[in-house]
C-alpha cells in the first residue's frame, strides 16, 4: 500500500494562490491515478481533482475548474494542487488519495491531510 503526506496548507486571504505537494512512499507512485478531496467543516469529504498515471488527463469538480490545477511529478514520488483565486468557501482540510480508476471520485488510499483556510 502507499502512503501518503500532505504538505502546503496554511492561512491565506481571499484571492491568494497556495500550492498543496502529496508525496508518496511505499510502492510505485506511477502505477497509481490520484486525486485530491477536501472536508470543510460540517460537510462531507468531497472530490476535488483527479489526474491520470502519467499525468497528461485530468478532471475537476465544477466548484475549482478554472481556479486549481493538479499536477504530478512521478520521478519526485510528487503530487500537486495549485490553488489560485482562493475563496473563502475553499476552507477545508485537504487530503490527497489513490483512485481505483480515471474518472472515480472515490478516494482508496488517504493521506492525512492539510488544513487550508481563506479568509474574507
Known amino acids: 500500500q502507499v502512503q501518503l503526506v500532505e504538505s502546503g496548507g496554511g492561512l491565506v486571504q481571499a484571492g491568494d494562490s497556495l500550492r498543496l505537494s502529496c508525496s508518496a512512499s511505499?510502492?510505485?507512485?506511477?502505477?497509481?491515478?490520484m486525486g485530491w478531496f477536501r472536508q470543510a467543516p460540517g460537510k462531507e469529504r468531497e472530490f476535488v481533482a483527479g489526474i491520470t498515471r502519467n499525468g497528461i488527463l485530468t478532471y475537476y469538480a465544477d466548484s475549482v475548474k478554472g481556479r486549481f490545477t493538479i499536477s504530478r511529478d512521478n520521478a519526485k514520488n510528487t503530487m500537486y494542487l495549485q490553488m489560485n483565486t482562493l475563496k473563502p468557501e475553499d476552507t477545508a482540510i485537504y487530503y490527497c488519495a489513490t483512485l481505483t480508476y480515471y474518472g472515480s471520485r472515490r478516494g482508496d488510499s488517504w493521506g492525512q491531510g492539510t488544513q487550508v483556510t481563506v479568509s474574507s
Open positions: 511505499g510502492r510505485t507512485f506511477s502505477n497509481y491515478v
